[in-house]
T-cell receptor, first 115, second 118 residues
Framework: AQSVAQPEDQVNVAEGNPLTVKCTYS??????LFWYVQYPNRGLQFLLK??????LVKGSYGFEAEFNKSQTSFHLKKPSALVSDSALYFC?????????????FGTGTSLTVIP | GAGVSQTPSNKVTEKGKYVELRCDPI?????LYWYRQSLGQGPEFLIY????????DSGLPNDRFFAVRPEGSVSTLKIQRTERGDSAVYLC????????????????FGPGTRLTVL
């Protein structure tokens, strides 16, 4: 079965400090991993993805994520947090079923960047 | 350009009624997904279209839920005999042709329809 886990419901970080939002996954076969961000009253926005290649993936708004196969993790990182990064972050994995492709989302991590 | 749009943005209905939720994907996107998001949860997969056909409807919770995409563009999610437990935000996402281009596997989400069943 495919799934992702986001162990932290809430992450607080001071503005200017590095941030990490954690994600671990379980998938059969090669993982396709994604991060999305959701701002209040807005739809989810794509941040970055790992399909293949370099383990460090760079995405929108200065975010990056590191794919770690041995730890089955795909943590989201940013070297210096901004107040405007405060939002809800979702990790997702693309599974593969015989008839199609489903995306499995985590329960989300609420990031608050404190000025 | 225009993103994914969903109408209505809010829908309040009574238990037992029928509702339709509409999704207009980004023009040219062949893949379309419906999700349901309950409070405090991540999006839960419902159904996936590739073109006009439902390639995977295994996420639909029961036979009260049905979705169509007759011309490969606009999609409608239909819920019969609504129940209070159906209350959630229903999200639609579209994606470019499945295995081509830099946006491969990226989903572009609409703002959602908030359904409240009284």
């Amino acid at each position: 079965a495919q799934s992702v886990a986001q162990p932290e419901d809430q992450v607080n970080v001071a503005e200017g400090n590095p941030l990490t939002v954690k994600c671990t996954y379980s998938v059969s076969g090669n993982p396709y991993l994604f991060w999305y961000v959701q701002y209040p009253n807005r739809g989810l926005q794509f941040l970055l993805k790992y399909i293949t290649g370099d383990n460090l993936v760079k995405g929108s708004y200065g975010f990056e994520a590191e794919f770690n196969k041995s730890q089955t993790s795909f943590h989201l990182k940013k070297p210096s947090a901004l107040v405007s990064d405060s939002a809800l972050y979702f990790c997702a994995v693309r599974g593969s079923t015989p008839t199609g492709n489903q995306f499995y989302f985590g329960t989300g991590t609420s990031l608050t960047v404190i000025p | 350009g225009a993103g994914v749009s969903q109408t209505p943005s809010n829908k309040v209905t009574e238990k037992g009624k029928y509702v339709e939720l509409r999704c207009d994907p980004i023009s040219g996107h062949t893949a379309l997904y419906w999700y349901r998001q309950s409070l405090g949860q991540g999006p839960e997969f419902l159904i996936y279209f590739q073109g006009t056909g439902a390639a995977d409807d295994s996420g639909l919770p029961n036979d009260r839920f049905f979705a169509v995409r007759p011309e490969g563009s606009v999609s409608t999610l239909k819920i019969q005999r609504t129940e209070r437990g159906d209350s959630a935000v229903y999200l639609c996402a579209s994606s470019p042709q499945f295995n081509r281009g830099p946006s491969y596997n990226e989903q572009f989400f609409g703002p959602g329809t908030r359904l409240t069943v009284l």
